[in-house]
């Protein structure tokens, strides 16, 4: 009912910039929050960045003041700004979403595919 896809992965040289994108579509009432979690090789996927409706931001101790959270409310959409960029930066990023339904106006939570990023060093 609801699909979260994943664009703007890739790979960069340490210090560069990369723009994650993720847009929900579907059977969507309202959006509750939004994250972004990055999952290493041999690692535990970690959350990044989360927004809730509302505004109330919060980043990972890693990231803060490299990385940018937002949304744009009337696309569904949340981005993930990422600068100053580190080899300990690579990791298949993943999008979260708390959606409350249309036809049932209950709260889900879904994930999306996975974008790589890879940061070289």
């Known amino acids: 009912q609801v699909q979260l896809v994943e664009s703007g992965g890739g790979l960069v040289q340490a210090g560069g910039s990369l723009r994650l994108s993720c847009a929900a579509s579907g059977s969507i009432f309202s959006i509750k929050a939004m994250a972004w979690y990055r999952q290493a090789p041999g690692k535990q996927r970690e959350l990044v960045a989360s927004?809730?409706?509302?505004?109330?931001?919060n980043y990972a101790d890693s990231v803060k003041g490299r990385f940018t959270i937002s949304t744009d409310n009337a696309k569904n959409t949340v981005y993930l700004q990422m600068n100053s960029l580190k080899p300990e930066d690579t990791a298949v990023y993943y999008c979260?979403?708390?959606?409350?339904?249309?036809?049932?106006?209950?709260?889900?939570?879904?994930w999306g595919q996975g974008t790589q990023v890879t940061v070289s060093s």
């Open positions: 979260k979403a708390n959606i409350v339904l249309v036809t049932t106006r209950l709260e889900y939570q879904y």
């Open positions: 927004i809730i409706s509302g505004g109330s931001i």
